[in-house]
């Protein structure tokens, strides 16, 4: 799970910045597993926590498994709540990394191109079907990353 390493009031607000379709070029149709010029669906989504940007979702869905992504209100819902409604997740992977943020990134997240940030890479399964592929941005002066096992 992704903490923020202050206290959370959750109030949740998110800006839809790219909401579109396109055809896989060949990173992407690697990345989701499709054939080059399979159409996909792309967003790209701010999430604010209490009026600060606390995360940047890039994510590509599958079009032809996920048919109504375009038509959803993502300031009302999140891309993850409804694509788990449409598709549950069977299957997932998460890579973990540092990094620092783009331009266009710094401006969205309003931090300086010196702070870290944590990304996570995540792509989601159902029934065998990959459905989507997101990256998500996280400014690292506001999460950390914390795990639990149990044997």
Not at 34 to 48: N, R
Not at 86 to 113: F, R, S
Not at 129 to 150: D, M, N, Q
Request: charged share 25%.
């Amino acid at each position: 799970d992704v903490c923020s390493s202050d206290l959370r009031k959750h109030e949740h607000r998110a800006e839809v910045i790219v909401l579109e379709s396109l055809r896989a070029n060949a990173l992407q149709s690697l990345q989701m597993e499709v054939q080059e010029g399979q159409l996909l669906y792309h967003s790209i989504i701010i999430h604010y926590e209490n009026e600060v940007p606390v995360q940047i979702e890039d994510r590509l869905v599958n079009a032809a498994l996920i048919p109504d992504y375009l038509k959803q209100d993502f300031s009302k819902i999140t891309p993850n709540a409804y694509l788990m409604a449409q598709a549950p997740v069977t299957e997932g992977e998460h890579i973990v990394e540092a990094v620092l943020a783009n331009t266009q990134e710094c401006k969205w997240l309003k931090i300086t191109k010196q702070e870290p940030c944590l990304l996570i890479r995540r792509r989601t399964w159902s029934n065998k079907h990959l459905i989507s592929s997101a990256r998500l941005t996280y400014p690292g002066s506001r999460y950390y990353l914390e795990g639990k096992f149990v044997q």
